[in-house]
Nanobody, 116 residues
Framework: VQLVESGGGLVQPGGSLRLSCAASGFTFSSYSMSWHRQAPGKERELVATISSGSGVGTYYADSVKGRFTISRDNAKNTLYLQMNNLKPEDTAVYYC?????????WGEGTLVTVSS
């Protein structure tokens, strides 16, 4: 199992970014996926989840609801996180995760910095 995040960077408050997570080593379409983030000095927290298959089932943390959208492209084995109206408090390393069997697999993360 391999997960590789990309798309992070420096953005001004109110700006947008789209994160990607390229997955390999498992049948991507068969698993629910999630995005998490870890801000400096804080614990890692759940940001959003998406169900397997067509991904009709989604969940968002209250702090990002209405601003972030999780989606998936099973043909490309890729998970996305569209982030709009970014705030300084969204600054963190963002990770994608899949639970495969009894093991959680994480990517290396991509850094998002929201600052003027």
């Amino acid at each position: 199992v391999q997960l590789v995040e990309s798309g992070g960077g420096l953005v001004q408050p109110g700006g947008s970014l789209r994160l990607s997570c390229a997955a390999s080593g498992f049948t991507f379409s068969s698993y629910s996926m999630s995005w998490h983030r870890q801000a400096p000095g804080k614990e890692r927290e759940l940001v959003a989840t998406i169900s397997s298959g067509s991904g009709v089932g989604t969940y968002y943390a209250d702090s990002v609801k209405g601003r972030f959208t999780i989606s998936r492209d099973n043909a490309k084995n890729t998970l996305y996180l569209q982030m709009n109206n970014l705030k300084p408090e969204d600054t963190a390393v963002y990770y994608c995760k899949v639970r495969w069997g009894v093991v959680n697999y994480w990517g290396e993360g991509t850094l998002v910095t929201v600052s003027s």
